[in-house]
């Protein structure tokens, strides 16, 4: 959960509520597995109390299409993480036309720029014992709250640019990530690997004739291979 980082996506959102006490806005917060260590929820809801009924958490497990119509349902998606893989829901928020706020450190910035969505600045902080598995000597980022709010009041403020971003991020993704558009990477990757290991074991089948040879003669490898 120190990965995922939901404090700090409370903290701005609590920081957006008193900076617009009268916009109608709401967080809704996903959780999986909860029951595997009940003191998350519980810290959830506790830093989540002050909100009141402008916050909603979901403590369940959602198949794939129920995750994709609550992205869709909402507005924006908002990811205060310390580091991502390649970042899916992120991903998903995008090419559903969503503007996305997140921090601008790991995987998720593959496809994150400023033009498509909102990366969020950070300093990179040392990884503490327990809070990740072979976290020794690591960093990761701390999400700036303050710059994350401050985006999140854009964002309220004026509809029409967020979902113009959005718009432009369901392009983006469209364009440059979609399953034929990755399909065709892979494909091609995939044929320059299998042509390259051809031609590899070619000379690899070559070079142990030329010492095979060279044994049969009665000559060294090392002389016959110079």
């Not at 921090?103 to 498509?116: C, I, K, L």
Request: proline letters at 4%; aromatic letters at 6%; a positive charge.
């Amino acid at each position: 959960m120190s990965r995922k980082n939901p404090w700090a996506a409370i903290n701005a959102f609590g920081r957006l509520t008193k900076a617009r006490p009268s916009a109608p806005i709401r967080l809704v917060i996903k959780i999986n597995n909860s029951s595997l260590d009940i003191s998350v929820l519980e810290r959830v809801r506790r830093d989540t109390a002050d909100l009141g009924d402008r916050v909603t958490i979901i403590d369940a497990t959602m198949k794939d299409n129920e995750v994709k119509n609550l992205i869709r349902c909402c507005d924006c998606m908002l990811s205060l993480h310390r580091s991502e893989g390649f970042g899916r829901g992120q991903a998903e928020a995008m090419f559903f036309g969503r503007p996305v706020v997140a921090t601008g450190w790991s995987g998720n910035m593959e496809y994150m720029n400023a033009d498509v969505s909102f990366p969020v600045g950070y300093r990179l902080i040392p990884v503490k014992e327990g809070e990740y598995p072979q976290g020794a000597g690591q960093v990761w980022a701390e999400p700036d709250i303050d710059a994350a709010a401050q985006t999140l009041a854009r964002l309220v403020d004026d509809p029409a640019y967020a979902r113009a971003v959005g718009e432009r991020a369901r392009i983006h993704m469209r364009k440059s990530f979609s399953d034929i558009v990755l399909g065709q990477r892979y494909r091609a990757r995939l044929e320059a690997i299998t042509a390259r290991a051809g031609s590899s074991e070619a000379l690899f089948t070559r070079s142990a004739a030329l010492r095979n040879d060279g044994l049969d003669r009665g000559l060294s490898p090392d002389i016959q291979s110079g």
